[in-house]
């Protein structure tokens, strides 16, 4: 089992930034991608971005050159810097690992409420 606990988020003003950590531990060994998704309310949670074992990573399309995901393998951490916020991105945001490939492990959520 992997258990992923999360940090950050809150309420900001629209333009302003964020940050969110998430904290792996359990079995970590085999842990291939972590990323963060996020859900508002009545819509779909949706991946945000995510980071691979071997430090690829992607983003969705609505937060590229906003967002930046980093990863310390050390602490077995990853953080999402979250830039220019707008009301359109509050939600609430998960941790995601993925472990051997087909084993889905999920945080607990984070409010992220942007104000206009």
């Known amino acids: 089992q992997v258990q992923l606990v999360e940090s950050g988020g809150g309420l900001v003003q629209a333009g302003g930034s964020l940050g969110l950590s998430c904290a792996a531990s359990?079995?970590?060994?085999?842990?291939?991608?972590m990323g963060w998704y996020r859900q508002a309310p009545g819509k779909q949670r949706e991946l945000v971005a995510r980071?691979?074992?071997?430090?690829?990573?992607n983003y969705a399309d609505s937060v590229k050159g906003r967002f930046t995901i980093t990863r310390d393998k050390a602490k077995n951490t990853v953080y999402l810097q979250m830039n220019s916020l707008t009301p359109e991105d509050t939600a609430v945001y998960y941790c995601?690992?993925?472990?051997?490939?087909?084993?889905?492990?999920w945080g607990q959520g984070t409010q992220v409420t942007v104000s206009s």
């Open positions: 359990g079995t970590i060994f085999g842990i291939t991608a």
């Open positions: 980071i691979t074992s071997s430090g690829t990573t």
């Open positions: 995601n690992a993925v472990r051997l490939i087909q084993n889905n492990y």
